[in-house]
């Protein structure tokens, strides 16, 4: 017997296509400091879909419900903003002596969670920015051991790609050429030749087009403007094509 996806698994807590929630409980990036309107919105719905589950593929039924287990505890734990649990869930997601790609692999979505809550606010301090930065950082190195692991994970790719674009913004670089951007831009590029079917990947990959072309001064594409029943859509769409993708 299959098990239940994470998104079944937490439904009755957490309704995880509500449209109802804001933007702020829903936007993928730093610029939740800054408003940018309902471009970004319908980006956050994505990335709700986007990181809506890991590849947990190996090991047996119960090591599979621990991990679709700690998956969902940390998405509930981004949409109720209980930075707490969040933080007490990293206990249990502490790096061991050798690298564990899907331990790894959660800490790093862990820190991605962290990082968005500590940016969502208008009146976000520099202090928040420090967090935000520290938890992006802890992103970006419990991906390295994940990719340690394995180093064709491809989710793990993606979600690091999504982490240096948000360092990328909040630290700033005086070479451009040193900038996690560049290393962003060929981690989806791989992710994307690896898996060019994966939801997660694919939805990142979007996302981190948007930020590139914000932040380069680009004016964003017509398939990015402000669309909310198209987003919804989109949002339906690819949670399909994520349930597909674990069957």
């Known amino acids: 017997m299959r098990e239940p996806h994470s998104t079944q698994r937490a439904s009755r807590k957490m309704p995880l296509h509500d449209k109802t929630l804001s ?12 408003s940018h309107g309902n471009k970004r919105r319908w980006l956050g719905a ?6 809506a589950a ?11 419900a621990a991990w679709l287990d700690i998956e969902s505890r940390i998405q509930y734990g981004y949409f109720t903003a209980d930075v707490r649990a969040l933080r007490n869930l990293a206990e249990l997601l502490e790096p061991g002596e050798s690298p564990d790609r899907l331990k790894s692999y959660y800490a790093g979505l862990l820190a991605y969670r962290l ?7 208008s009146s976000a301090s520099e202090g928040d920015r420090g967090q935000a930065r520290d938890a992006v950082e802890r992103c970006v190195t419990s991906l390295d051991h994940a990719l340690d692991a394995q180093q064709d994970f491809a989710d793990a790719l993606a979600l690091q790609s999504a982490c240096l674009e948000i360092l990328a ?7 451009p050429f040193a900038s996690p951007r560049n ?20 939805l ?44």
């Open 23 to 34: 933007g702020a409980q829903l936007a993928p990036g730093v610029s939740g400091m800054r």
């Open 46 to 51: 994505l990335s709700l879909a986007a990181l």
């Open 54 to 64: 890991a590849a947990v593929c190996e090991g047996g039924r119960d090591t599979r």
């Open 115 to 121: 990082t968005l809550l500590a940016t969502q606010s």
């Open 169 to 175: 913004e909040l630290r700033p670089w005086r070479a």
């Open 183 to 202: 290393r962003s831009s060929a981690l989806i590029r791989k992710a994307r030749q690896l898996a060019p079917k994966n939801p997660r990947v694919l």
């Open 204 to 247: 990142l990959d979007g996302i981190g087009d948007y930020e590139r072309a914000r932040a380069a001064g680009q004016p964003p594409q017509p398939q990015q403007r402000a669309d909310p029943q198209g987003a919804a859509a989109r949002t339906e769409e690819s949670a399909r094509a994520a349930a597909r993708w674990h069957r």
